[in-house]
C-alpha cells in the first residue's frame, strides 16, 4: 500500500470548486515561483506521510461532500500514490468529482503514471503560478495563463462560475496558533 505526503487537508470546503469539496495539499514541489502561495509546502521532505487506505477512507467517511480537489505542492510529483488513493475512493463513490491542480501545463505531462492520474480528473487546472499574471481576482486559478482545463463532462455545468466567478476565501483555526486558510489567492501588493 502506497503512502502519501501532505502538507495539509480539510474535509469540508465550498471554495476550491462546487459544493462541498475534500481537500487535499500535498507536500512537494521542486517549482520556486516568484512569490509562490504556498512555500512551506514546496520542501519534499516536510508535512506527513499518510497511507492512501487510511486517507481514502477518511474522506470515505465525510459525510456530504461532493468532491475531492487536490492542490499543493506538485501533485504529479506523487501521480502513483494520488492514483492509487483516487481508485479506491471511486470505486465506492463514482459520483465524487476531482479537481486537480498542476504547475506543468497539460502538454508536458506525457509519462504514464501521470497520464493514468488524469483519466481520474474531471477538472484539471494548469500551468505554473506567474504572481505578475495574478491581477483579477477572478476564477479558480492563481494567474491568468493557467487554464481550466475540463477532462470529462461532469463539471462542465459549472463551466461559468469556475472561470468567471469572484474567489472566495475561508480561514479556518486550525489550533489556538495557527490559521488556515483556504482559496486562491489574490496578489500581494508589496
Ligand atoms: S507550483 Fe505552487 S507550490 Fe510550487 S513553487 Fe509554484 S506556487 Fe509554490
Redesign the pocket.
Known amino acids: 500500500m502506497m503512502k502519501l505526503r501532505i502538507g495539509y487537508r480539510w474535509k469540508n470546503t465550498t471554495v476550491l470548486g462546487p459544493g462541498r469539496r475534500f481537500v487535499i495539499w500535498v507536500q512537494g514541489?521542486?517549482?520556486?515561483?516568484y512569490?509562490?502561495?504556498?512555500?512551506e509546502?514546496?520542501s519534499e521532505e516536510g508535512g506527513a506521510e499518510v497511507s492512501c487506505s487510511d486517507l481514502a477512507k477518511e474522506i470515505l467517511d465525510t459525510p456530504q461532500i461532493d468532491g475531492i480537489t487536490i492542490?499543493?505542492?506538485?501533485p504529479l510529483l506523487q501521480a502513483e500514490a494520488l492514483t492509487e488513493l483516487l481508485d479506491i475512493i471511486l470505486s465506492q463513490k463514482p459520483d465524487l468529482t476531482v479537481i486537480l491542480?498542476?504547475?506543468f501545463q497539460i502538454e508536458e505531462i506525457t509519462d504514464e503514471k501521470s497520464l493514468r492520474l488524469l483519466r481520474q480528473i474531471d477538472l484539471l487546472i494548469d500551468g505554473?503560478?506567474i504572481d505578475e499574471l495574478n491581477y483579477d481576482n477572478i476564477g479558480l486559478r492563481?494567474s491568468e495563463n493557467q487554464r481550466l482545463i475540463f477532462l470529462s463532462d461532469r463539471l462542465l455545468s459549472f463551466q461559468e462560475e469556475l472561470t468567471k466567478g469572484e474567489r472566495k476565501r475561508e480561514i479556518h483555526l486550525l489550533n489556538p496558533n495557527e490559521l488556515l486558510t483556504i482559496g486562491i489567492a489574490t496578489r500581494q501588493n508589496n
Not at 29 to 33: A, E, I, K, S
Not at 71 to 74: L, N, V
Open positions: 514541489c521542486r517549482r520556486r515561483c512569490r509562490c502561495t504556498a512555500p509546502l514546496q492542490s499543493g505542492g506538485e491542480f498542476t504547475g505554473e503560478y492563481g
